[in-house]
């Protein structure tokens, strides 16, 4: 079994002599993972609890990598749809260059409506959205020089650099416990990222994601 740990980035008040210390901390005794969640705005039904500042997650990684040599670098997890899949890729392709290939992306379709608004995302589409950044990226991983033609991004012919050190790319954990969710990370996952689940509420979706694994 192997453990990670949560980062304090948001809240109030913030200490950036903590992120780095409890990163090190969690290194120093062996754990497998720091992590990060990703808001760009706090929506407002998270505000009690979150507070009102929440660093964003990549630059928080690149900072904690800094610091830290084994410890991978997770994110709990990043809204797709939020953030053009070009941009994403080469931000999370940055870091585990960087990093020396620690990047572990857990991936989200997001369900806070305020931030979608504020971002000028249609709610509608978030979880098509999300499906077709994900494609899009693991193109521009793996491919030189890389063509995709999608409904909500299209490229010919890029040049993208740096690619991952992780090959055949950078895992990509999908969080979620819709059935949509669980089709998604059969079809793009390296592993299903569940979170605030009981037991017999993740037996059950670990069943399915069974089920579904075994018709893909």
């Known amino acids: 079994m192997k453990f990670g740990v949560c980062i304090p980035h948001f809240g109030t008040p913030l200490s950036v002599e903590a992120l780095r210390d409890t990163a090190q901390c969690a290194e120093g005794l062996g754990y497998h993972s720091v992590w990060v969640g990703d808001h760009i705005i706090t929506p407002e039904h998270l505000l009690p609890r979150l507070g009102p500042l929440f660093y964003d997650a990549f630059v928080v990684l690149s900072y904690l990598a800094a610091f830290t040599q084994r410890v991978r670098l997770g994110t709990s997890v990043v809204v797709v749809p939020y953030r053009n899949p ?8 940055t870091l585990d260059a960087l ?22 995302v249609p709610t509608s589409t978030r979880g098509r959205r999300t499906d077709e950044y994900l494609r899009a990226m693991i193109t521009l ?10 409904r909500f991004v299209s490229f010919k012919d890029v040049r993208f650099g740096p690619k991952p050190v992780q090959q055949p790319h950078i895992p990509i954990w999908v969080g979620g416990h819709s059935l949509a969710a669980l089709r998604r990370a059969v079809a793009f996952g390296d592993a299903w990222h569940s979170g605030g689940m009981d ?12 089920r579904l694994a075994a018709e893909a």
């Open 86 to 93: 070009l941009v994403t890729a080469k931000m999370v392709a």
């Open 199 to 210: 037991p017999e509420r993740m037996a059950g979706a670990a069943q399915e994601l069974r």
């Open 141 to 150: 991983w793996t491919q030189d020089p890389a063509s995709f033609q999608g």
């Open 99 to 120: 990093s020396g290939g620690r990047v572990i992306l857990g991936v989200g379709a997001g369900n806070a409506p305020d931030e979608f608004e504020a971002l000028g």
